[in-house]
């Protein structure tokens, strides 16, 4: 991920995002995501990282699960 966000325009976010989409990593986690932190009741980006420690090595199924409880139906 250093190396992505090594890359100009490229923050955490993006990085982690790039790690979970493109990239399949299980365990990417783009805790300060907007949506994750609605989800969650957070308004904290570390007090969001601290809840997904629970969720290791599956934090991006768990972010999915997130977004997805954000849509309405």
């Given at each position: 991920l250093?190396?992505?966000?090594a890359?100009?325009?490229v923050g955490e ?5 790039i790690?979970?989409r493109?990239?399949?990593w299980?365990?990417?986690f783009p805790h300060t995501d907007?949506?994750?932190?609605k ?5 904290g ?5 601290a ?12 972010v999915?699960?997130?977004w997805?409880s954000?849509?309405?139906?």
């Amino acid at each position: 991920l250093a190396a992505l966000r090594a890359l100009p325009g490229v923050g955490e976010w993006t990085a982690q995002y790039i790690a979970m989409r493109a990239l399949s990593w299980p365990d990417a986690f783009p805790h300060t995501d907007l949506g994750v932190m609605k989800a969650l009741g957070e308004t904290g980006a570390r007090r969001v990282l601290a809840a997904g420690e629970a969720w290791r090595p599956w934090r991006a199924y768990a972010v999915m699960h997130l977004w997805q409880s954000l849509t309405k139906e």
